[in-house]
Every structure is written in structure tokens, then in C-alpha cells.
């Protein structure tokens, strides 16, 4: 056993990890914010000599300015829409192969989960490439594509630099996000609740409405949280894979550090883009506290 | 009235035979029980009735009705679990409405019927606790209501009470007969524990490696085991090796442990062959221990002894005596009668008698 000295030491190192690699970030992004932008990049001098008198060099325009950009708002909604529609199809996607996986034999299991981790073993760079390939103008899947819109008499399409293979890549990347935290809370259910909601009058059907579903909501939960935050702040996607009309916001954030060199909007932007995860992880706390039974559901 | 049929039903696992070829008929209102050591198929057999493993091969019928193929939920009978399988989402009210919410009652009768049963096993102040936040013994209650509150058929109960202390158990026994007896719904229980077995049953069904030994009254298979393992298994028994002398048409004599000879009444004395070796089974209770020979020989079997050794039970002892020949024989005597019954410490000699009749001849020719 420790003693509370000995505990108190051992935390003393992961705040320290805190402080420096996250708190110290933070406070140095929200100062920014207040900034000025500097002539070419970076933020203008704290504190400028105008005439013999100093003058300090803070100000509110750049929050103005993002609260009332169209094109900032645009795409903030953009990726909102991104990040929820791949949620709900990792959701759907990975709710069926998580349940498969958790219900299969020991021997199968343990393969079957490698086979969801093994893209991890590539860069993430490479999967997306992978995907340009597959999607691209010359790919037999755009050919059948467009050959079947061809024959409704629509014009031929480009799979490619698009909305759709934003998502698409968003959902693939994030797909095993979902899958391992639904595998872990699935392979915990006890088999002899579904028996007994069977004994008692349930169909397959409603047994899982009434049972496995409610009881793996703390899964869900933690699967959707993994899979929305990254997706809403990524960036690497929709510049590789999507067009103009397909941008999100972590693109303006990374244009503003590193191409327009605004770091003062950059800044906002961040802040804005933080304080919405998290809002909605609040949001997604205060829904699974709800869940009262469930907290000792799955142990 | 036979309520359960289960005929000829046979189930393998992987080669391994666990029901083989067990046939019962269970009657309405009866508390029938399947009594048998761990690993006989009992909850297999169980199982198969409830439709959550299907036979190989047979039949059951529930009140006339063919269920073999029917999906469970089909199937107007509940199961209590042996870990109880409560919802743990859901309220004590919610789990035991879940029946009724399955069989589409409207709201208000649900309500009246759930409250109606949380009476019954007086749990009606914890209705709105999750089942995290009950005791073992309130689970157990939940379970049972949730099971009789749209009144089934048919009650299977897996070991329900293994998971309770000693003395709730013995609570729960009462209890369970007492709901028997009101709802009068049919209960099938399955138990390893014999004295449990033996206090609740109105009938029981004795298993061993998936075929059933005895089946009869808890007094019967106590009192009259038909074979060496049912005698075994339930409760304390001598067994000693007996030949058989002589047989009349209702009589057969035997000479008991190479050395003790009598003559016991028994209707299937005529099928013994002379000379066959078989079991004579008699219960530690039913022999008396003296430290004088001052028993009546007329009727009872007399023989010197010496002590072997002895358990202290407190309201009786168990005696360990030597008959010579490698054969030990257990004495049940009490500790507080007024016949003059003293402690005996080891080696001290002893004489113990026994009436013959109070044991029983186990053919073992058929095994
Ligand atoms: N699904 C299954 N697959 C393979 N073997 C099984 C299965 N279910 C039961 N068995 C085997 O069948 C045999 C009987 O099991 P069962 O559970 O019916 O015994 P039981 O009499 O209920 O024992 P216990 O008193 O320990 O509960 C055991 O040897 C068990 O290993
Ligand atoms: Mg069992």
C-alpha cells in the first residue's frame, strides 16, 4: 500500500504533464486570441511606442470578426454535419461487427479483432492515399459508378475531391473507434439476460430492444465520443480527398497558423471549436448519468 | 392430470451424452423435483423444457400441447436463473411488469397486477430500487415475482436458493411453498442439495449421469432407495454387502457383512437368485447403541462392537464402529434421550442392535 505522500508524489508527475502539455498550450492560445495580428504573420508586438507613449496592443476584433463571418459559421456547420453523419454510419456500420465479434467463439474472436486493428498498422497518410486510389477518376469503381448513372441519363460524376469522399475517409478512419469501445461493453453482457427476457415473452427482436440495446448505450456513448471529437476537428481528409466546397474547420484553423498567418482568428477559431466538444461531451455526461441503472449494468 | 409430459427426451453434447432417454410426466400443481449431482443433466433437462437448448430426440408436451419446437417465449412457462438474471436497468416494478409489457396487457392492468405481486413477496417499498440496490434474498424475491405474475403454467426453478446464506435459505424454503400452494402453479426444481429436496418436494426424480434412478415421494426414495446411489446420495446410509440365503414369495434372507444372517419382507424377493451378492442399505439413525446387551433379541439383530471413532453434531453423534472385515457401520444416536444413551469415547465396546426390516435389499443384478 501507499501512503498518501507516496500517492501525492506519483501524481505530482502526470500534472506535471498536464500542466505543461496542456494547461500552458492553452492559456498561451486564449492570450493570443486577444491579440493582434502581426504585419507578416504571427501576432503585432504587445506593447507598441506611438509618439513616446506606449500603448498596449489588445483587442476584441478578431472575436468579432468570427462570430460574424458567414464562412467561418458555414463551416462550423459543415463539420457538425460531417462529424454526426460519420457517427451515425460508424454507428451502424460497427454496431453489427462489434455484436458479431463479442458473440463469436474465443478462436475467431481474437482474429477478428486483429483484423479490425491491423489498418492501424499503416500510416494514416497511406489509408487515405489508399482511398484517393480507390475513388479516383481512373478506379473501376468510378467507372461502375458512372456507368450505372449513365444509364439514368445523368451526367458522369467524380467520385474523388468531394463531400462524399470526405465522409467516406472520415468513416473509414474512424470506423474501428467505434467497434473496440461497443466490442469491450458487448462481450461484457451476461448471455443468461437475453435467455431470461426470451423466457419471459421476448422475441429475438425485442429482447435486443429491450435488453442488449439499453445495456450497451454506455458502449455507444463512448464510441460516438471517440469517433465525433476527432472527426470535427480533422483536417487532413478533406484537404487530400475533398474540394473547396468541402472544407471544415480544422482547415481554416491550420490556414490561418500557417498560410494567412492570422494567428489571433486561428486562435478563436480553436477556442470556439473547444469550448463546442465540449459542450457536447457535457451534453453526453449529463445524458449518461441519466442512465442510472446502467452504471452497474455491465459489471 | 399429467400438466408436463417429457417423453423419451435424449441430449448430447459433442458426443457426451447428458439426458439419456429420460421420460417423467409431472402433475398439475405438483412441487416436483430433479435431485442429482452436479454434472447429471439437470439443468440441461431443465433447459430443454424452457426451449433454450433443444432435444436430439423426444418429446414434451405442456398441457396436451407438442412445445418441442417452440421458441421460448412461446412457451406459457418462466424460468427463475440461478443468478436470478434481473434487468439491471430496470426497477424492481419494471422487471416484474416485463412480462406483461411482452404480452401487451394495457397499462393499468399491468400496474394493478405488479403491485398486486410485490405484496405477495413484500417487496412493495423497494419497487422503484434498481437491482444493484437489493439484497440477495430480495433478487430472489424479484425473480420469483417476475416469473408468477402472468400466472404461468409451469415455474422452473434452477438451484435458486444456492446463492443465499443458510438461514435465508431455510426463510426462502417456506416461502417457496407457501407461493406454491397459493398460486398453485406447477414448479419444477432442480437441486443438488438433498435435504432441500426432501423438505420441499412433493415428488422426486433421483439423476445420475443423465438417466433418472429413483422417482417417487421424498419418504419413498428416503426410507426405500432402490439403488446403491440413491441411497448414497441421499443423506448418511450403510451399505453392506449382502448375499442372498433363501427367498420366499415376499421374503428373502441374507447374510449381511459376512456374518449377520436374517430374513426381511421384500415383494420382489421371488426375482433373486440364490447366492447373488447385492447392497443392504440401513440409515445410521435406525440402529441403537448400548454398553450393556440389554436389547430384545427376538426382533432385533444384536452385534458387539467397538468404537471407531465419532462426530459431535450437538443434538446427535455420529458413531464409527468396526465390524471387523474392512466393514465400517455408521450410528446416528441422540444426544438427549431418556433411555439411558451415554457418550461413548473410541474403543470403548459396545453392543448395537438394529430391526432388519428398517433396511432395505439392493439388487444390484440389473446394474
Ligand atoms: N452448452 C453445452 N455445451 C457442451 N456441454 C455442455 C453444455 N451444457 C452442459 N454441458 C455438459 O453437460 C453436462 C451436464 O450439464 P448440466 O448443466 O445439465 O448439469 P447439472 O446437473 O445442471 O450440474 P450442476 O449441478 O453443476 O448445475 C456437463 O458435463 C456439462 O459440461
Ligand atoms: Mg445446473
Redesign the pocket.
Known amino acids: 500500500m501507499l501512503r498518501l505522500n507516496e500517492k501525492r508524489a506519483l501524481s505530482f508527475i502526470p500534472s506535471l504533464y498536464l500542466v505543461c502539455l496542456f494547461l500552458i498550450p492553452t492559456l498561451i492560445m486564449i492570450f493570443i486570441a486577444f491579440r493582434e495580428p502581426g504585419d507578416y504573420g504571427g501576432v503585432a508586438p504587445l506593447i507598441s511606442h506611438v509618439d513616446n507613449s506606449a500603448q498596449i496592443n489588445l483587442t476584441l476584433d478578431s472575436f468579432k470578426f468570427a462570430f460574424t463571418s458567414s464562412f467561418i459559421g458555414q463551416l462550423f456547420l459543415r463539420s457538425m454535419a460531417f462529424s454526426i453523419i460519420t457517427t451515425v454510419f460508424c454507428l451502424v456500420l460497427g454496431y453489427p461487427l462489434a455484436m458479431m465479434i463479442a458473440k463469436s467463439g474465443k478462436k475467431y474472436r481474437d482474429i477478428l479483432l486483429l483484423m479490425v486493428i491491423i489498418p492501424f498498422w499503416s500510416s494514416f497518410l497511406v489509408r487515405v492515399y489508399a482511398w484517393m486510389i480507390i475513388l479516383g477518376p481512373n478506379s473501376g469503381v468510378n467507372y461502375l459508378i458512372n456507368k450505372i448513372v449513365g444509364t439514368f441519363g445523368y451526367p458522369s460524376v467524380n467520385l474523388l475531391y468531394s463531400s462524399f469522399a470526405v465522409v467516406i475517409c472520415l468513416i473509414y478512419i474512424n470506423l474501428p473507434f467505434m467497434i473496440l469501445p461497443l466490442y469491450a461493453n458487448l462481450q461484457k453482457h451476461d448471455d443468461t439476460l437475453i435467455e431470461a427476457s426470451r423466457d419471459l415473452g421476448a422475441t429475438r427482436l425485442q429482447s435486443f430492444l429491450k435488453v442488449t440495446l439499453p445495456l450497451s448505450l454506455p458502449g455507444v456513448l463512448a464510441g460516438s465520443a471517440l469517433v465525433f471529437i476527432p472527426s470535427i476537428g480533422m483536417f487532413v481528409v478533406p484537404e487530400l480527398v475533398g474540394n473547396n466546397c468541402s472544407l471544415m474547420i480544422g482547415n481554416l484553423i491550420k490556414q490561418q497558423f500557417l498560410q494567412n498567418e492570422n494567428w489571433p482568428i486561428g486562435s478563436v477559431t480553436s477556442i470556439i471549436m473547444t469550448l463546442v466538444v465540449l459542450g457536447i461531451s457535457l451534453i453526453v455526461g449529463i445524458f449518461a448519468s441519466r442512465l442510472k441503472g446502467l452504471k452497474y449494468a455491465n459489471k | 392430470m399429467a400438466i408436463l409430459e417429457i417423453k423419451n427426451v435424449t441430449k448430447q ?2 458426443g ?1 451424452l ?1 439426458v439419456d432417454n429420460i421420460s417423467i410426466d409431472i402433475k398439475k400443481g405438483e412441487f416436483f423435483t430433479l435431485l ?10 431443465l433447459r430443454m423444457i424452457a426451449g433454450l ?1 433443444s432435444p436430439d430426440s423426444g418429446q414434451i408436451l405442456l398441457d396436451g400441447v407438442d412445445i418441442t419446437n417452440l421458441p421460448p417465449e412461446k412457451r406459457p412457462l418462466h424460468t427463475i436463473f440461478q443468478s436470478y438474471a434481473l434487468f439491471p436497468h430496470m426497477t424492481v416494478a419494471d422487471n416484474i411488469a416485463f412480462p406483461l409489457k411482452m404480452a401487451k396487457w394495457d397499462k393499468s392492468r399491468i400496474d394493478a397486477q405488479v403491485n398486486e405481486l410485490l405484496e405477495d413477496v413484500q417487496l412493495s417499498q423497494f419497487k422503484d430500487r434498481y437491482p444493484h440496490e437489493i439484497s440477495g434474498g430480495q433478487k430472489q424475491r424479484v425473480a420469483i415475482a417476475r416469473s408468477l405474475v402472468d400466472r404461468p403454467k409451469l415455474l422452473l426453478l ?2 435458486p436458493l444456492s446463492a443465499l446464506d443458510a438461514r435465508l435459505r431455510e426463510h426462502m424454503h417456506m416461502e417457496l411453498v407457501k407461493l406454491q400452494e397459493e398460486t398453485g402453479v406447477t414448479f419444477v426444481y ?1 437441486t ?1 442439495d438433498q435435504h432441500e429436496a426432501l423438505a420441499l418436494s412433493s415428488r422426486i426424480a433421483v ?1 445420475n449421469h443423465g438417466t433418472i434412478e429413483q422417482l417417487d415421494k421424498p419418504d419413498i426414495i428416503y426410507s426405500k432407495p432402490k439403488t446403491h446411489f440413491v441411497a448414497d446420495f441421499l443423506g448418511k446410509c450403510n451399505l453392506l454387502k449382502a448375499e442372498v440365503l433363501a427367498t420366499t414369495t415376499d421374503t428373502v434372507t441374507l447374510r449381511v457383512a459376512s456374518g449377520i444372517e436374517f430374513s426381511i419382507k421384500d415383494p420382489a424377493s421371488s426375482s433373486y437368485q440364490i447366492g447373488q451378492i447385492g447392497w443392504y442399505s440401513l440409515r445410521p439413525e435406525k440402529l441403537k447403541l448400548s454398553a450393556e446387551n440389554t436389547f430384545d433379541a427376538t426382533n432385533l439383530s444384536v452385534i458387539k462392537s467397538k468404537v471407531n471413532g465419532y462426530y459431535y453434531y450437538g443434538n446427535d453423534t455420529l458413531y464409527e464402529l468396526d465390524l471387523g472385515n474392512n466393514t465400517k457401520l455408521q450410528v446416528m444416536a441422540p444426544n438427549h434421550t431418556s433411555d439411558g444413551v451415554k457418550f461413548f469415547v473410541d474403543n470403548s465396546e459396545i453392543y448395537v442392535a438394529f430391526d432388519p426390516e428398517a433396511g432395505n435389499f439392493l439388487d444390484t443384478s440389473s446394474c
Open positions: 453434447f459433442g457426451n447428458v442429482g449431482p452436479s454434472g447429471c443433466g439437470k439443468t440441461t433437462l437448448v434452477d438451484e432442480v443438488h439423476l
